[in-house]
């Protein structure tokens, strides 16, 4: 029914870059609030940015000032701006989506997830 596909990790090295996109698809009514979450080996998956679908943001204190979440409502894209990186930033990162589909209520939708490598 719905489908989030991310792009755009890699490695990078401390101090860099690095903007993941997610793009979400299928029989969507509305669209809520949208997150970027991220697990490093070994820890629990944290929420990393959040925002809403009037683009109200909110950030883990570890990535603010470094990060930025976006949105673009009518492709049903987020973003996430990642600068001067460090290596516990390592992490596979995924996006997630509050979606309300046709003739159901809202759930959450998880991507499949994207390598971020910030080597020192």
């Known amino acids: 029914q719905v489908q989030l596909v991310e792009s755009g990790g890699g490695l990078v090295q401390a101090g860099g870059s690095l903007r993941l996109s997610c793009a979400a698809s299928g029989t969507i009514v509305r669209v809520n609030d949208m997150h970027w979450y991220r697990q490093a080996p070994g820890k629990q998956r944290e929420l990393v940015a959040s925002?809403?679908?009037?683009?109200?943001?909110r950030y883990a204190d570890s990535v603010k000032g470094r990060f930025t979440i976006s949105r673009d409502n009518a492709s049903i894209t987020v973003s996430l701006q990642m600068n001067s990186l460090k290596p516990e930033d390592t992490a596979v990162y995924y996006c997630?989506?509050?979606?309300?589909?046709?003739?159901?209520?809202?759930?959450?939708?998880w991507g499949q997830g994207t390598q971020v490598t910030v080597s020192s």
């Open positions: 925002i809403t679908n009037g683009g109200v943001s």
């Open positions: 997630a989506a509050d979606i309300t589909v046709f003739r159901s209520t809202s759930s959450r939708y």
